[in-house]
């Protein structure tokens, strides 16, 4: 099993959503966080600048079997993907064990 950590624009969280059920990935924690992020110079859009130090962003924790690892990535990086400075990133990590509370299902069993 996988952990996929994602940190998109909250501008493309409907585009991921969608990407993710259509690739069968139904279940899946997000929260809103905000982040600093590499570029240094702030934007100016209309006259005003902005700053672009403080962003605010859509974390998304997926736990996934490993035959679905890929198509998850895959669904991400296509429907987050915007070009510009800022896009996200997708962490992925190893996952020892799950349990599903309330049948005591455990492995991958435990996450359909």
Same mark, same amino acid.
């Given at each position: 099993?996988?952990? !996929?950590?994602? /940190? !998109?624009?909250?501008?493309?969280?409907?585009? *991921?959503?969608?990407?993710? =059920?259509?690739?069968?990935? #139904?279940?899946?924690?997000?929260? $809103? *966080?905000? @982040?600093? @992020? #590499?570029? +240094?110079? @702030? =934007?100016?859009?209309?006259?005003?600048?902005?700053?672009?130090? $403080? !962003?605010?962003?859509?974390? &998304?924790?997926? *736990? *996934?079997?490993?035959?679905?690892?890929?198509? %998850? /990535?895959?669904?991400? &990086? +296509?429907?987050?993907? %915007?070009?510009?400075? @800022? $896009?996200? +990133? !997708?962490?992925?990590?190893? /996952?020892?064990?799950?349990?599903? /509370?309330?049948?005591?299902? #455990?492995?991958?069993?435990?996450? #359909?």
């Amino acid at each position: 099993m996988k952990k !996929i950590e994602a /940190i !998109i624009r909250k501008s493309r969280f409907d585009e *991921v959503k969608e990407a993710l =059920h259509e690739v069968e990935v #139904n279940f899946f924690s997000y929260w $809103d *966080v905000t @982040g600093v @992020g #590499n570029e +240094k110079r @702030g =934007h100016v859009y209309r006259g005003v600048s902005y700053s672009t130090t $403080d !962003i605010q962003r859509r974390y &998304l924790s997926i *736990v *996934v079997s490993d035959s679905f690892e890929q198509r %998850t /990535i895959d669904a991400i &990086l +296509k429907s987050a993907y %915007t070009g510009n400075v @800022g $896009d996200g +990133k !997708i962490f992925v990590s190893d /996952i020892k064990e799950a349990y599903r /509370i309330r049948t005591k299902e #455990n492995g991958s069993e435990s996450l #359909n």
